[in-house]
């Protein structure tokens, strides 16, 4: 089992930025990749960026690059999420996720949350305008 937990949630302005960070615990040498979701209210749970746990590649859904930029430290087992210039069409519920499959290192299987074998609870990030 992989434990994940989110942290950095909370309310900040548009045009601010905002960190997120996400912990790994338990069986993470099991673990390819990491990845970070999002779900806005009514809508569907949507891609926003994944790394490589061990190559550290990144992978970015294509209306996000520029202004998120993922990070991990291998050491500590926390991946990161820099979120720059937000506005509140990022209003979203923040989930980070575990990968456990060996192909962890092609977009079409990052990018689909039902290739993710653990989910940490969610942060909740507001932007206001």
């Known amino acids: 089992q992989v434990q994940v937990v989110e942290s950095g949630g909370g309310l900040v302005q548009a045009g601010g930025s905002l960190r997120l960070s996400c912990a790994a615990s338990?069986?993470?040498?099991?673990?390819?990749?990491m990845g970070w979701f999002r779900q806005a209210p009514g809508k569907e749970r949507e891609f926003v960026a994944a790394?490589?746990?061990?190559?550290?590649?990144?992978y970015y859904a294509d209306s996000l690059k520029g202004r998120f930029t993922i990070s991990r430290d291998n050491a500590k087992n926390t991946v990161s999420l820099q979120m720059n210039s937000r506005n509140p069409e990022d209003t979203a519920v923040y989930y980070c996720?575990?990968?456990?499959?060996?192909?962890?290192?092609?977009?079409?299987?990052?990018?689909?949350?039902?290739?993710?074998?653990?989910w940490g609870q969610g942060t909740q990030v507001t932007v206001s305008s």
């Open positions: 996720a575990a990968n456990r499959r060996v192909d962890a290192t092609y977009y079409r299987v990052l990018y689909s949350p039902t290739t993710y074998a653990y």
């Open positions: 790394i490589n746990w061990s190559a550290g590649n990144a």
């Open positions: 338990g069986r993470t040498f099991s673990v390819y990749a």
